[in-house]
């Protein structure tokens, strides 16, 4: 699972969280899982990937560099929570992540309401984070 917030991007449409419930998450113009209307970016940009309790981004072939709080970059590195991404015009930061074993979104989903549930949550409560979750 990837969640991720685009905090600053030509695309005002992609300006909000996301949750991947997938350890490999790409993000380019017009390809990949996600698709950002960033004239600088190149079709697939960044591959980001968990890798056990890593996170790892690579850039993709064409792509000349990014940025990690600032600091450029042209090689595969490894990333932190909290550290903003730019690529192209677009910037990113990564708030959690952890490796999503073979388990469907429903699976995941539905652990989390046990879990939610055996906190013994009001129902407003629990309904309110699931739809957090979704965000």
């Known amino acids: ?5 685009i ?36 079709g697939s940009h960044v591959m980001v990937e968990v890798v056990e309790k890593d996170l790892i981004i690579h850039p993709q072939k064409g792509v000349e560099f990014y940025l990690i709080d600032g ?20 910037s990113f930061k990564v708030l959690n992540f952890e490796e999503t074993q073979n388990r469907t979104k429903k699976q995941i989903l539905d652990e989390k309401l046990n879990q939610l549930i055996d906190e013994n949550s009001p129902r407003l409560v629990v309904i309110e984070k699931l739809a957090n979750l979704m965000k």
């Not at 490999?24 to 600088?40: C, F, K, T």
């Not at 600091?71 to 677009?90: A, E, F, M, N």
């Open 71 to 90: 600091k450029r970059s042209s090689t595969i590195r490894k990333i932190k929570t909290g550290q903003v991404i730019t690529i192209g015009t677009t």
């Open 1 to 5: 699972m990837i969640h991720l917030e």
């Open 7 to 42: 905090i600053s991007s030509p695309d005002s449409n992609i300006l909000t969280q996301f949750h991947f419930f997938q350890n490999e998450l790409y993000l380019g113009r017009n390809s990949g899982n996600l698709h950002i209307q960033d004239p600088a970016l190149l």
